[in-house]
Antibody, heavy 119, light 106 residues
Framework: QVTLKESGPGILQPSQTLSLTCTFS??????????VGWIRQPSGKGLEWLAN???????YYNPSLKNRLTISKDTSNNQAFLKITNVDTADTATYYC???????????WGQGVMVTVSS | DVVLTQSPATLSVTPGERISLSCRAS??????LHWYQQKPNESPRLLIK???QSISGIPSRFSGSGSGTDFTLSINGVELEDLSIYYC????????FGSGTKLEIK
């Protein structure tokens, strides 16, 4: 059974760095073809893809946010991470991690973690 | 960037209707087009992959078609539990999502 769960700080101030953790089970990021992606959704708005990381440590970023994003993984502990630097109120959203299947399908999603940026 | 345009933004439906939702890509994405359902206060759920391939556990009333730039998600006999927002997503060039179609009761 595949499960994913996101964790984060809840609230942070503008200009700080947001650190998110995705803890998963039921698959391994050391297995050929496996990947984890991060997606966010401001309240009442649509989905925005942020970044992917793959079993071979390949990384891909949303071009509009690339300068602020860093994705990484800890294969031995079944975790993936996302850092967003220099946050502002526009980064307030629910952040999801998801397993990436073939064709960049997001076949399993976490429950999401709400992050608020406020002074 | 590949832009996905979904229409309509909102669709009012009567239970039992057959409906179609559209997703149009700004350039060809082959069949790397996937559909998700998001119910209120829930995470998105994968409905259809590669434009037309079914997903285990998803009711058979959901189907998808299309390739290249024009795609359709159909629901044959809408049920009340289908009231959600539906998103398309392409995986041919990085990832992008459409803006969604909200299904509501007429």
């Amino acid at each position: 059974q595949v499960t994913l769960k996101e964790s984060g700080p809840g609230i942070l101030q503008p200009s700080q760095t947001l650190s998110l953790t995705c803890t998963f089970s039921g698959f391994s990021l050391s297995t050929y073809g496996m990947g984890v992606g991060w997606i966010r959704q401001p309240s009442g708005k649509g989905l925005e893809w942020l970044a992917n990381i793959w079993w071979d440590d390949d990384k891909y970023y949303n071009p509009s946010l690339k300068n602020r994003l860093t994705i990484s993984k800890d294969t031995s502990n079944n975790q993936a991470f996302l850092k967003i630097t220099n946050v502002d109120t526009a980064d307030t959203a629910t952040y999801y991690c998801a397993r990436i299947g073939g064709g960049e399908t997001l076949d399993y999603w976490g429950q999401g973690v709400m992050v608020t940026v406020s002074s | 960037d590949v832009v996905l345009t979904q229409s309509p933004a909102t669709l009012s439906v009567t239970p039992g209707e057959r409906i179609s939702l559209s997703c149009r890509a700004s350039e060809s994405v082959d069949t790397y087009l996937h559909w998700y359902q998001q119910k209120p206060n829930e995470s998105p759920r994968l409905l259809i992959k590669y434009a037309s391939q079914s997903i285990s556990g998803i009711p058979s009333r959901f189907s998808g078609s299309g390739s290249g730039t024009d795609f359709t998600l159909s629901i044959n006999g809408v049920e009340l539990e289908d009231l959600s927002i539906y998103y398309c997503q392409q995986g041919n060039s990085l990832l992008t999502f459409g803006s969604g179609t909200k299904l509501e009761i007429k």
